[in-house]
């Protein structure tokens, strides 16, 4: 099992200085990767229609993956970045092929594009895209994506885009950029195992991910594909006592689990990076 590090974007602030400290500090431990979470825009919950139940609002803050990821590639050599993950169906499919081939391009081939569908429909309606047509679009886009970076001229006619005889330059230097799924509907379940290249769970009991995750690879059996196929867990400290992270990365290495992420939290930065060494210290990062 590969461990990365989730970038605690909503918790760790602005601070440019911290941001890098954080970064190279997870690199200097041997992480192998950083996952940074994505939403454009934040809704305010009380608007009309909503409960007020929302994972994410206008006053969390989300730094936008792209750049992010090509300012960090200046100061790294070594450690991955992906998306976990990047709503996709709401971008211009074109634009998205280009920001990810010159991500991978700047950190030497250091991009996995992780994506989903989102749940904030007010997002998708702000961006001028149709929230009900996301689940068909996502898969037109993948199709798209890896065109776009494995040729130099591409002529499509689909459903949501068009391409007439046109590429992006430069091509990324991996052709294609891997690209991971995440959600939890048994049909995100069966796309993964048909079209992408692993499946980001969630950060749940092990125990009780074990029913969704057994039809994940049945799925993945069925198309062929089971030996292919990758799966990323996340593992969340705040909500998880020290004392239970033995039994919660051995119960997802069970489930066939290739890599897991540390999620850290605290006051400070120092509390943090703690969490991050004593994590590499017992698992051996």
Known sequence: MRFGVVFPQ?????DPHILRDFVQAAEGMGYHH???YDHVLGANPDR???DGRRPYTYNDRFHEPFTLFSWMAGFTRRIGFMTGVLILPQRQTALVAKQAAQVDLLSGGRLRLGIGVGWN????TCLGEDFSTRGARVEEQMHILRQLWTRDLVTISGRF???DDAGINPLPPQQPIPIWIGGTADVVLRRVARLSDGYIAGAGDPAK???AIERYWQHAEACGRRDSLGLHVRLVTESRDE???EDFVHGW???GATELAIYPHGAKLEDYLARLDRFRLLFGV
């Open 10 to 14: 909503t918790q760790l602030g602005a």
């Open 243 to 245: 004392s239970g992270w």
């Open 209 to 211: 991910s074990q029913a």
């Open 253 to 255: 290495e069970k489930l």
């Open 34 to 36: 950083l996952l940074a």
């Open 121 to 124: 429909e007010v997002e998708y």
């Open 161 to 163: 885009d068009t391409i």
């Open 48 to 50: 009309p229609g909503w």
